[in-house]
Structures are given as structure tokens and as C-alpha cells.
């Protein structure tokens, strides 16, 4: 998988936008923007995915820069219950089938 | 629709001793896997399939066997357990195509091995 970056942990108000970034200055032409999440020991959930264009679900916002180097994931009202470890990835072109995690950054959401 | 079903939740074994973790999935998936999880530590890929009789390995494969004998399933067998192997582990599934719509993961094994 492309190598990503993300910040080791974060924190957001309850109500308000939490905003998550994603460094992948690798990744390929073809290559998908993933974004999961994993709430204390849940399975990981997938949230939203993206390649050239802004996507928006009934989760969250994927805003992606136009060099593709760098994402960041929009919670538009933070809850307590959005408090979880988030994963950004990008699987290898061609590797889709072997999803690969990281460290990912540790969201609190705080009343 | 289930989605992703593991089984059992909980297990204990005691070393030495093998066992068989159950993932099923009824979403026609093509592409399954196998992850663990220890305390305050990331996912790793054990095992993964991209199909019915496909398997490859993971970041930790060893102690590890996996079958794909149906689409709907993909058993991890532990063939002689060690407190290492003491994790949680999830299954996962996702279809076949580029930008597909992601993995759906099971709720996960809980297993100690004393």
C-alpha cells in the first residue's frame, strides 16, 4: 500500500467540525483514497472513499487536493460517539484485495 | 443480510492445542481476510483471498492455515497455539472491483491462550 501520514491523535468539541488529514505524496494515478474507522474494540467500519473528486456520504466529507497528495476526512458535527481511532489507506494499485493499517489518528470527541 | 459472521466471540485454549476460527459472509464477496489485533496495537493482515480456492499470505502469516473452499467462507486454523497467538481477530470481506465500497468487517474472536 501507498505509504500514508497521519497525526498520532486529535481532538474536537462535541458539535463542531472535526477535521482528519492524510499525507499520501505516493500514491498513484489510479490508486483510491479509503477512510475507516475503529470504535474501541469494534471491527473496523469503512467510512467513504475517493480518487480525484470530493465525496460526501451520510457519514462524512472526503475533500482530496488536486495533486492527490493529501485528503482530509470532514466529520461535519463531531458526537461523542464519533470518539475513534481513523485510518486512512491507500491499497496498491492492482493490491486492492490486501488492505493494509496503519497507525492511525486517535479522535476525542469532548462534551 | 448478516454480513460478516465470526464464530465463536470467546475462546480460550490451552497451549498446544489447535482450533478453527469461523467467517462467513452472504454479500457474494470475492475478497476476504484475516486480521489480528492486540492490546493497544494496530490491525496486521494474517491471511488474505481473493476468491474461492485463491489464499495468500499476510504480514503474519505463520502459525496460520486458511482454506477458501466456498465464496462464503474462510476459516483460520491455528495449528498448535502459543500465548503469542492471545489477540483479537477479524474478518473481513469486500467485492472484487476497484474502488469498490470497502471491507465490511466482522464484530471480531476474542481468543486467550493460557
Known amino acids: 500500500d501507498a505509504k500514508t501520514t497521519q497525526p498520532t491523535s486529535m481532538d474536537c468539541a462535541e458539535g463542531r467540525a472535526a477535521n482528519l488529514p492524510c499525507n499520501h505524496s505516493t500514491i498513484s494515478g489510479n490508486e483510491y483514497v479509503y477512510w475507516y474507522r475503529q470504535i474501541h474494540s469494534q471491527g473496523p467500519q469503512y467510512i467513504i472513499h475517493g480518487l480525484k473528486n470530493n465525496e460526501t456520504n451520510e457519514m462524512a466529507s472526503l475533500i482530496i487536493t488536486e495533486d492527490r497528495k493529501s485528503s482530509t476526512l470532514i466529520l461535519p458535527h463531531a458526537t461523542l460517539r464519533d470518539t475513534a481511532v481513523y485510518y486512512c489507506?491507500?491499497?496498491?494499485?492492482?493490491?486492492?484485495?490486501?488492505?493494509?493499517f496503519g497507525k492511525g489518528t486517535k479522535l476525542t470527541v469532548n462534551p | 443480510n448478516a454480513g460478516v459472521t465470526q464464530t465463536p466471540k470467546f475462546q480460550v485454549l490451552k497451549t498446544g492445542q489447535s482450533m478453527t476460527l469461523q467467517c462467513a459472509q452472504d454479500?457474494?464477496?470475492?475478497?476476504m481476510s484475516w486480521y489480528r489485533q492486540d492490546p493497544g496495537m494496530g490491525l496486521r493482515l494474517i491471511h488474505y483471498?481473493?476468491?474461492?480456492?485463491?489464499?495468500d499470505q499476510g504480514e503474519v502469516p505463520n502459525g496460520y492455515n486458511v482454506s477458501r473452499s466456498t465464496t462464503e467462507d474462510f476459516p483460520l486454523r491455528l495449528l498448535s497455539a502459543a500465548p503469542s497467538q492471545t489477540s483479537v481477530y477479524f474478518c473481513?470481506?469486500?467485492?472484487?472491483?476497484?474502488?469498490?465500497?470497502?471491507?465490511?468487517f466482522g464484530s471480531g474472536t476474542r481468543l486467550t491462550v493460557v
Open positions: 454479500m457474494n464477496h470475492e475478497y
Open positions: 473481513a470481506s469486500s467485492y472484487r472491483r476497484t474502488g469498490n465500497y470497502g471491507y465490511t
Open positions: 489507506i491507500v491499497p496498491t494499485q492492482g493490491g486492492s484485495e490486501k488492505l493494509v
Open positions: 483471498s481473493v476468491g474461492a480456492g485463491i489464499t
